[in-house]
């Protein structure tokens, strides 16, 4: 069942009116994408929140500046929803290890450590149910 800023999961009632909204987006468009409701729900609530404490300011005035997720609206094109199933890849670029879904534009986060990466990158794949997929410095795949 869809929902809207009036009628959402309660999981979500104790959030920031700004993240409840990208929340709600998001899991209507994982709903949209045949995801049951019980993964929906915690997956939305996580990207929401991930969401609002990697924004800039400007971001997050823009989204919260457009209108309401309604019940009914299409997400057959919601760009984020084809991503969730793809497995997550730590690399190195730039003197930095970074966690990115495989086929997102750009990564999730960049960190000095690999142990940190890796840390980040089996919390995103545990909340998709996807897998990690790490590179060496040399960028060879590691089993």
Same mark, same amino acid.
């Given at each position: +069942?869809?929902?809207?800023?009036?009628?959402?999961?309660? *999981? +979500?009632?104790?959030?920031?009116?700004?993240?409840?909204?990208?929340? $709600?987006?998001? #899991?209507?468009?994982?709903?949209?994408?045949?995801?049951?409701?019980?993964? #929906?729900?915690?997956?939305?609530?996580? %990207? *929401?929140?991930?969401? !609002?404490?990697?924004? /800039?300011? /400007?971001?997050? %005035?823009? !989204?919260?500046?457009?209108?309401?997720?309604?019940?009914?609206?299409?997400?057959?094109?919601?760009?984020? *929803?084809?991503?969730?199933?793809?497995?997550?890849? $730590?690399? !190195?670029?730039?003197?930095?290890?970074?966690?990115?879904?495989?086929?997102? %534009?750009?990564?999730?986060?960049? !960190?000095?450590?690999?142990?940190?990466?890796?840390?980040? #990158?089996?919390?995103? *794949?545990?909340?998709?149910?996807?897998?990690?997929?790490?590179?060496?410095? /040399?960028?060879?795949? %590691?089993?």
């Amino acid at each position: +069942m869809p929902w809207d800023t009036k009628d959402y999961p309660d *999981a +979500m009632k104790n959030l920031k009116k700004v993240v409840r909204k990208k929340a $709600i987006d998001i #899991a209507n468009a994982l709903l949209d994408n045949d995801y049951p409701e019980d993964r #929906a729900i915690p997956i939305a609530i996580s %990207q *929401a929140e991930d969401w !609002f404490e990697k924004s /800039d300011h /400007d971001e997050i %005035q823009a !989204f919260d500046s457009k209108p309401k997720p309604r019940k009914n609206d299409d997400h057959e094109h919601a760009g984020n *929803a084809d991503l969730l199933d793809n497995d997550v890849l $730590i690399y !190195f670029e730039d003197d930095k290890w970074k966690v990115q879904t495989k086929e997102a %534009q750009r990564p999730d986060s960049t !960190f000095d450590t690999k142990k940190d990466a890796t840390d980040r #990158a089996k919390e995103i *794949a545990d909340n998709k149910e996807s897998n990690v997929i790490s590179y060496t410095k /040399d960028g060879k795949k %590691q089993s």
